[in-house]
């Protein structure tokens, strides 16, 4: 292996670049900015016109005026987001933030993060910082917080959910059975168990009512294979696919992809489909009254969603959105050169009935309410492309 | 250890400290993705174009991405996802039409072609990206395999072919 090594370095070493590099970027990158303004007046209006004529209307009856409420530890008006100084709220009118959970010098502790349906909690996943930059370098695992305090829920795990439609937090953690999926009330601290397995459960996801969770379970008798359930707390699970060796054992969950945080478990907005994203088998939809599931694509994508119609999905492809119809079909390709910058604050209000991971590395993707525009995230920023 | 900093453990040239000024960074790491990318690509001309466009996405939100632990791992991988993205496209250009002849003259070869360098050439870009990532680079199978969109396995099976492909071409060349 060393010998190849060499042998690249020497190839390598070949290449030689001419002078005025930097020169040369700045000049191309000036032409591109110049198409860019071009192209983002047509979408900013494409927005606008969206917005005011379909979009206003259900963005006013999420949102309604609320009184100041100090028992919210995210206000009116405010957004969770990773900030300068931590996790903060901050004000997407004035810009002003307030921080929730610092580290200040590292850049990744906080690996995930949302608010509950009323904002009167916050979640989140942190690492175990190994730096002296905060209170949080011996802490790495779940924490709910509110205005009162925060409590630390089990360490180390990344999997759970703020139900759509309660205080309710769905989580996984480490049992002495095996991994036990429950729900924690934070006003009451009271948690509840839902199930326990022998195996681990890499993905969860409350149904759009509230009323049922799905999640990915290793079976019990052959722990190499995975299942999908659903279950409604209190009631017996209910398994909806046979198992299968969904994920390979040296890229499953935990990877870099999965790491980077994003739904790999979603249902469609009806409530009657699930949709996973598997290492083998690809993005696979699951019908939940269990009459076989599809594969929609044969790839592993690092991100998808549902669109609102439910009819199709979305997914990013190396820069590119591709939308591929639900029940299956052809991938139609969007060319990422036809998008714009989009206020991210937007696109946030889009995601966020989805769990909000930090995204490290871009790639995240959301549909406008209206289905005319898809938002994905490239690097720290969020641009959109037209459908259709 | 945070996935940035495994990846910076993995870039052989320097890692650029985070107040670094992007002109900095760019001084500091631009020779190095480029020779790296002229091996994936076997085109300088469009090893450059990458090498611009990924760091031209840096510059995009610098003052962010300077803070960063690991600016270098960011780049690249923001390389790497471009060059999946330009050699789907390639692929799709080539069914319509003849690809163009690299333009020579913004880049200088600094000697003829080897018969390693004919190897590499004659490889399909996935197999030559393979080998760059995992053994020049030395990502691993899994890693490679993100930046890729692919599986380990198929990580594991493009870098054995072309591993084969050059170890042929230096016994032709020590013949």
């Given at each position: 292996m060393r010998d190849m090594h060499d042998v690249l370095e020497r190839e390598s070493a070949r290449y030689a670049i001419r002078s005025g590099a930097f020169e040369r970027m700045s000049r191309r990158r000036d032409r591109k900015q110049r198409n860019q303004r071009i192209t983002a007046t047509i979408v900013g209006l494409t927005v606008a016109i969206g917005i005011a004529v379909v979009g206003s209307v259900a963005l006013r009856s999420e949102r309604e005026p609320q009184p100041?409420?100090?028992?919210?530890i995210i206000r009116e008006g405010e957004v969770l987001e990773f900030g300068d100084d931590g996790l903060v709220a901050t004000d997407?009118?004035?810009?002003d933030q307030r921080t929730l959970?610092?580290?200040?010098?590292?850049?990744?502790?906080?690996r995930k993060y949302s608010a509950s349906l009323d904002g009167r909690w916050i979640a989140y996943s942190s690492i175990t910082c190994?730096?002296?930059?905060?209170?949080?370098?011996?802490a790495g695992g779940i924490w709910v917080a509110g205005t009162a305090g925060r409590r630390i829920l089990?360490?180390?795990?990344w999997r759970w959910a703020w139900s759509p439609t309660t205080d309710q937090l769905a989580f996984t953690g480490d049992s002495e059975d095996g991994t036990e999926l429950a729900l924690f009330d934070p006003a009451s601290g009271d948690r509840t168990s839902v199930v326990t397995t022998?195996?681990?459960?890499?993905a969860l996801a409350w149904s759009p009512d509230g009323s049922t969770i799905a999640y990915v379970a290793n079976t019990r008798s052959e722990p190499s294979r995975s299942s999908v359930f659903v279950v409604r707390p209190g009631a017996t699970p209910m398994r909806i696919?046979?198992?299968?060796?969904?994920?390979?054992?040296?890229?499953?969950?935990?990877t870099l992809e999965a790491m980077n945080g994003f739904d790999e478990l979603a249902w469609s907005p009806d409530g009657t489909r699930l949709a996973l994203s598997t290492t083998r088998d690809g993005l696979i939809v699951i019908p939940i009254d269990g009459s076989g599931e599809r594969t929609v694509i044969d790839q592993h994508p690092a991100s998808f969603a549902w669109s609102p119609d439910g009819r199709q999905i979305a997914y990013g492809d190396a820069g590119d959105v591709v939308i591929v119809p639900a029940n299956g079909g052809t991938p139609v390709h969007i060319e990422s050169d036809a998008s714009s910058p989009i206020d991210r604050y937007l696109a946030e209000r889009w995601i966020?009935?989805?769990?909000?991971?930090?995204?490290?590395f871009g790639g995240g993707i959301v549909w406008s309410p209206d289905g005319t525009l898809i938002a994905f995230s490239e690097g720290l920023d969020w641009k959109a492309v037209p459908v259709g | 250890m945070t996935e940035g900093s495994v990846i910076a453990s993995k870039i052989p040239a320097g890692v650029a400290s985070t107040d670094a000024s992007f002109e900095d960074f760019f001084e500091s790491e631009h020779r190095t993705l480029f020779r790296r990318m002229c091996l994936i690509t076997d085109t300088p001309s469009e090893a450059e174009e990458l090498m611009q466009d990924a760091f031209m996405k840096l510059w995009e939100r610098w003052d962010r991405i300077?803070?960063?632990?690991d600016p270098t791992g960011y780049l690249y991988r923001t390389a790497m996802n471009l060059f999946r993205k330009r050699y789907r496209h390639a692929v799709v250009a080539a069914r319509r039409s003849f690809r163009a002849e690299p333009q020579a003259d913004c880049v200088a070869l600094v000697e003829a072609r080897t018969e390693v360098s004919e190897a590499l050439a004659s490889l399909p870009p996935r197999q030559r990206a393979a080998v760059v990532l995992t053994d020049?680079?030395?990502?691993s199978s899994d890693e490679a395999a993100a930046m890729l969109g692919v599986r380990p396995g198929t990580i594991r099976s493009l870098a054995s072919q072309a591993r084969s492909a050059i170890r042929g071409s230096q016994k032709a060349e020590g013949s």
């Open positions: 100041a409420d100090e028992t919210r997407t009118t004035t810009g959970a610092r580290c200040q010098d590292c850049f990744f502790p906080f190994h730096l002296s930059c905060g209170d949080e370098k011996r089990v360490g180390g795990s022998r195996g681990g459960i890499p696919t046979e198992p299968s060796v969904l994920f390979s054992a040296s890229s499953g969950w935990g966020q009935a989805r769990a909000n991971w930090f995204l490290s | 300077a803070a960063l632990e020049l680079i030395g990502f």
